[in-house]
């Protein structure tokens, strides 16, 4: 009979792989079993167009993996992950040839957004600043999961971070902050108009100005493979094109965690409809881009930045948000871009450059964006389609295939408008616990949510060691 291993994690994303490394830590006994033939889920890198140009499928810039709990407390630096940081972490620019600036100063970002809002983003920030641990560590978790660490910040910072988008943005006179402030919601994937999406922008904000919006050398992958170098070096075991159907697939265990979506989980697990009303939200169309040269930005500040958000106004990037959840056809699609090669000259061969974009579309939506992507992108970067070199497509069919977790090709693992953000899979005490005593859920689809910073692994593996540990003391 084998031996009775404490835990298995069913699933080698970020989330996975940190809920395995911290029960690992522990002293427990620990594997780690992946469908795909390499780790990462979310976060990896592949030559996805031509050689030597090394994309990242999905996520590429990570404010919230730099300034992640979870990941802070791992020496993940000594297994070969190191951040660059881009001039500027974001750059929103404007058909004039002007940008607001995301840098990693208040002030020099204030002054950007012009005279008479300079004032309001210094007020609407400076409270926090100095305070982003306490910050993470009080908001990137279930909300009712104990009392906060930082009580008066949690107290000021909360009933911002609730606000929709829609309601904070009117404190700003002009065009440039309304717009910054948007596409920094935007990111959520969710319509401005949704409770949260507010606190979306501020905590991306507040991100650039106290950790940056770095990149990992070499791509996303780097934070995947020093997790799983990090999870060997405890005694834990990995085991990659490995496709889980039911539990009966996998060696007996104390606890089950899985960093799948709620209905793959329920499926496997035999759960039944136990996620049944478990909603899905919109989805992107992606286009990874290999180039001859830079970006050919009308702004300036745009070639140095990271993270380049496209589209000017408040209005265009809601009326694309709402679109998208309503389950409309791009027309003029708000565009989040990444030019990682900016600052990281592993990405691509000497003088040639990476590049990605995505535009948000309805979820299993399987028409082709491209033209509208590359229509939006040439009102700010003139002539940029004869420096592509090559380019990989995936829309919602696409995404959902090269991650399983993507159902529909929603990117977020499940629908983050409404109280959805917070209320996820599905109201409960301990989201990370199921109905199944020995089965836990640690993927994206719970708190905090969407995201490489592995904090819904950090938050599942505290669950599955005080439910392991109360057996362990019963059983005394």
């Known amino acids: 009979m084998p031996t009775m291993l404490d835990a298995v994690v069913v699933g080698a994303g970020p989330n996975g792989l940190t809920a395995a490394v911290e029960l690992a830590r522990r002293g427990l006994a620990v594997e780690v079993f992946e469908a795909a033939q390499t780790i990462?889920?979310?976060?990896?890198?592949e030559e996805l167009t031509l050689p030597g140009f090394r994309h990242d499928p999905c996520s590429a810039v990570?404010?919230?993996?730099?300034?992640?709990?979870?990941?802070?407390?791992?020496p993940l630096a000594r297994h070969g992950l190191t951040w660059l940081h881009p001039d500027l972490p974001m750059a929103h620019p404007f058909p004039d040839g002007t940008a607001a600036l995301l840098s990693r100063s208040v002030g020099e970002t204030a002054m950007s957004l012009g005279p008479?809002?300079?004032?309001?983003?210094?007020?609407?920030?400076?409270?926090?600043?100095?305070?982003?641990?306490?910050?993470?560590?009080?908001?990137?978790?279930?909300?009712?999961d104990g009392p906060p660490r930082d009580p008066l910040t949690y107290a000021r910072f909360g009933p911002v971070a609730v606000q929709p988008a829609a309601l904070l943005v009117r404190r700003f006179r002009e065009r440039k902050a309304r717009g910054m402030l948007a596409g920094l919601a935007a990111h959520g994937i969710a319509p401005l108009g949704s409770l949260g999406t507010g606190g979306m922008a501020l905590i991306f904000a507040l991100a650039a100005h106290s950790v940056g919006w770095p990149v990992p050398r070499g791509g996303s992958q780097a934070i995947s493979d020093a997790l799983g170098s990090y999870l060997r070096e405890q005694g834990g075991a990995i085991h990659t094109d490995f496709e889980v159907k039911r539990l009966d697939d996998l060696p007996p265990a104390r606890a089950y965690v899985f960093d799948t979506?709620?209905?793959?989980?329920?499926?496997?697990?035999?759960?039944?409809?136990?996620?049944?009303?478990?909603?899905?939200?919109?989805?992107?169309?992606?286009?990874?881009?290999?180039?001859?040269?830079?970006?050919?930005?009308?702004?300036?500040?745009?070639?140095?930045?990271?993270?380049?958000?496209?589209?000017?106004?408040?209005?265009?990037?809601?009326?694309?948000?709402?679109?998208?959840?309503?389950?409309?056809?791009?027309?003029?699609?708000?565009?989040?871009?990444?030019?990682?090669?900016?600052?990281?000259?592993?990405?691509?061969?000497?003088?040639?450059?990476?590049?990605?974009?995505?535009?948000?579309?309805?979820?299993?939506?399987?028409?082709?964006?491209?033209?509208?992507?590359?229509?939006?992108?040439?009102?700010?970067?003139?002539?940029?389609?004869?420096?592509?070199?090559?380019?990989a497509v995936a829309g919602p069919p696409g995404l959902a295939a090269r991650n399983a977790n993507y159902v529909g090709g929603d990117i977020a693992t499940g629908s983050v408008?409404?109280?959805?953000?917070?209320?996820?899979?599905?109201?409960?005490?301990?989201?990370?616990?199921?109905?199944?005593?020995?089965?836990?859920?640690?993927?994206?689809?719970?708190?905090?949510?969407?995201?490489?910073?592995?904090?819904?692994?950090?938050?599942?593996?505290?669950?599955?060691?005080?439910?392991?540990?109360?057996?362990?003391?019963?059983?005394?």
């Open 116 to 144: 008479r809002d300079a004032g309001t983003y210094r007020r609407l920030l400076t409270p926090f600043l100095g305070k982003w641990d306490a910050i993470a560590a009080d908001f990137l978790r279930t909300q009712w």
């Open 261 to 391: 979506s709620p209905t793959a989980l329920a499926r496997i697990a035999g759960l039944g409809n136990a996620y049944r009303g478990y909603r899905y939200g919109p989805s992107v169309f992606k286009v990874d881009y290999a180039l001859d040269g830079p970006m050919p930005w009308t702004a300036e500040a745009a070639r140095r930045a990271g993270t380049v958000h496209i589209g000017p106004t408040y209005g265009e990037i809601s009326a694309a948000l709402r679109a998208a959840a309503d389950g409309r056809d791009p027309s003029v699609p708000f565009l989040i871009t990444a030019q990682p090669s900016v600052v990281d000259p592993t990405r691509a061969p000497a003088g040639k450059h990476t590049f990605w974009a995505y535009g948000h579309v309805p979820g299993g939506w399987e028409g082709d964006a491209l033209e509208v992507i590359e229509r939006q992108l040439d009102r700010f970067a003139p002539g940029f389609r004869d420096l592509v070199l090559a380019r």
């Open 62 to 74: 990570h404010p919230l993996g730099v300034g992640s709990p979870a990941f802070n407390a791992m």
């Open 40 to 45: 990462g889920g979310g976060a990896r890198t």
């Open 417 to 476: 408008e409404g109280l959805r953000l917070l209320v996820r899979p599905k109201l409960t005490r301990v989201p990370y616990e199921t109905a199944h005593p020995s089965v836990f859920i640690c993927s994206s689809a719970t708190p905090p949510g969407p995201g490489v910073h592995g904090m819904s692994g950090h938050h599942a593996a505290r669950a599955v060691w005080r439910r392991l540990r109360g057996r362990a003391s019963g059983a005394g």
